[in-house]
């Protein structure tokens, strides 16, 4: 009997243990929420930093974990892996600038390309050509022969 008892209690302390940390985790997301609002916030009051500025920010936490002599390789591992994030990110804008200057170029060549058949096709209109009509004309009167 004092088995089944130890047992529930120790059932009972798992639980507890368990709606503990059930607890804490909802506090930690209902916190980042939080953060993430203000962080919204201050972005519609002002831009968001630039890529540079990221990476200065980022070199100074890692120095800063670094100084301290309790912070262990991983939790400066854990701020470079949320640094990839925003270089992946500043690598895909620089595609899109890539791209971007690439349409911008091929639009201007074709256009240059149209103004210089519409400059040749009125060169030769205003040259003295043959007409369409005359030309029509011409070829029916060849064939009648």
Known sequence: MAAREERGL??????AA?????????????????HCKEIEAEFGKN?????????????????QLSSEGKVG????????ALMRPVMEWARLQEKRKTRELAEEKHRAQVEAEKAAKERELEAANSEGG??????EKIERELRLM
């Not at 804490?24 to 980042?32: D, P, T, V």
């Not at 390789?73 to 470079?80: A, H, K, L, N, P």
Request: glycine residues 6%; hydrophobic residues 40%; without cysteine.
């Open 18 to 34: 368990l709606e503990e940390d059930r607890e804490w985790l909802l506090a930690q997301i209902g916190e980042g929420a939080r």
């Open 47 to 63: 831009p968001a930093p630039e890529l540079e500025t990221l990476i200065k920010l980022h070199r100074v936490m890692v120095l």
């Open 73 to 80: 390789r991983e939790t400066i591992g854990v701020v470079t």
């Open 130 to 135: 043959l007409s369409p009509e005359t030309l």
């Open 10 to 15: 120790e059932k009972s302390a798992q639980e």
